[in-house]
């Protein structure tokens, strides 16, 4: 299986890596188009603001190449929220593939939300074999709106949506690679999609 890591600039590749060498997975990283298309898999990191990670985007023609993908898609974190419409964050154009708006988060809450945190709801193969409340490593100030493709739900003074699925499109908040035994079965779960 070919899985392929975008490497774009703002991403949390060395980690992602290591949580599929776990799974006995190498996952390689690219930014070459025909690379991209031909994987079996692939992971859409983020880290760091919006505004540049979409002009790093841009930049590469990855922005159009990115929504017509075929294969299972999973964003992680920034990622996830870049194939959202729009951020707050640098008032960003996403890539449009969830419909769902990016807001940031109540200025009486302590941002970035860091740490550990429950998920629920959860309504996708992408959490087989893990249990309603589990605990996940988020850090973020930003969140995806709830909407009709909210997978799994998280709260921080409100409830957002810490998953999103859209056809071959996944998304999450929190960082599976960081989020130990929990996270490594929700790659695992990707990769068997």
């Known amino acids: 299986m070919k899985i392929v890591i975008i490497d774009y600039g703002a991403g949390n590749i060395k980690s992602l890596q290591f949580a599929f060498q ?8 690219s930014k070459d188009p025909e690379i991209i298309k031909n994987a079996d898999k692939v992971i859409f990191p983020g880290v760091g603001e919006a505004s540049s990670a979409m002009q790093k985007l841009r930049e590469t023609e990855l922005d159009r190449l990115i929504p017509n993908l075929n294969q299972p898609v999973l964003g992680i974190c920034l ?7 729009y951020s707050e964050e640098g008032e960003t154009e996403g890539l449009k593939i969830f419909d ?10 302590k941002v970035p939300q860091m740490g550990w945190n429950t998920i629920w709801d959860l309504k996708s193969p992408l959490f087989k ?7 996940m490593y988020l ?3 930003f969140y995806a709106e709830l909407n009709e493709q909210a997978i799994a739900k998280c ?3 409100l409830d957002y949506a810490s998953a999103l699925q859209k056809d071959n499109f996944y998304g999450v ?8 035994k929990a996270g490594s079965s929700i790659l695992k779960n990707f990769l068997e999609l």
């Open 139 to 141: 850090v973020h100030s």
């Open 173 to 180: 908040q929190f960082h599976p690679e960081k989020s130990s």
């Open 129 to 135: 074999g893990i249990t309603e409340n589990e605990y």
């Open 155 to 157: 709260s921080y003074g």
């Open 79 to 85: 990622g996830m929220q870049l194939l959202c419409n």
């Open 100 to 109: 769902c708006d990016v807001r940031k988060f109540n200025d009486g809450l």
């Open 22 to 29: 776990r799974l006995g997975v190498e996952a390689i990283l």
